[in-house]
Nanobody
Framework: QVQLGESGGGLVQPGGSLRLSCAASGRIFSIDDMGWHRQAPGKERELVAT???????NYVDSVKGRFTISRDNAKRTVYLQMNSLKPEDTAVYYC??????????????WGKGTLVTVSS
């Protein structure tokens, strides 16, 4: 099965750090853009960060200077390093990737989400 597996979420104090990981597995031909979205309680899902296959990145304004997205193509993994976390960062974080697979659907794939809670 082609899928995205997320890890790294949890409970952290304000000002702390977390690193989220998302690995693609299965019979995949190539991976194009990858990114992270989040959905806070009572809020719409929003784009947090993206990274292209060539390494070009983009961030939502609220996380610029605090979050860093990166990828390891050999490991088929995208990371989100989150520093100086704030309570408003509390959300379910979803990994997203555009995949070209050897057999099946070519397009956007989503992880199941991992909860990040920033609280004292």
């Amino acid at each position: 099965q082609v899928q995205l597996g997320e890890s790294g979420g949890g409970l952290v104090q304000p000002g702390g750090s977390l690193r989220l990981s998302c690995a693609a597995s299965g019979r995949i031909f190539s991976i194009d853009d990858m990114g992270w979205h989040r959905q806070a309680p009572g809020k719409e899902r929003e784009l947090v960060a993206t990274i292209t296959s060539g390494g070009s990145t983009n961030y939502v304004d609220s996380v610029k200077g605090r979050f860093t997205i990166s990828r390891d193509n050999a490991k088929r993994t995208v990371y989100l390093q989150m520093n100086s976390l704030k309570p408003e960062d509390t959300a379910v974080y979803y990994c997203n990737a555009r995949l070209r697979v050897l057999s099946g659907y070519n397009g956007n794939y989503w992880g199941k989400g991992t909860l990040v809670t920033v609280s004292s």
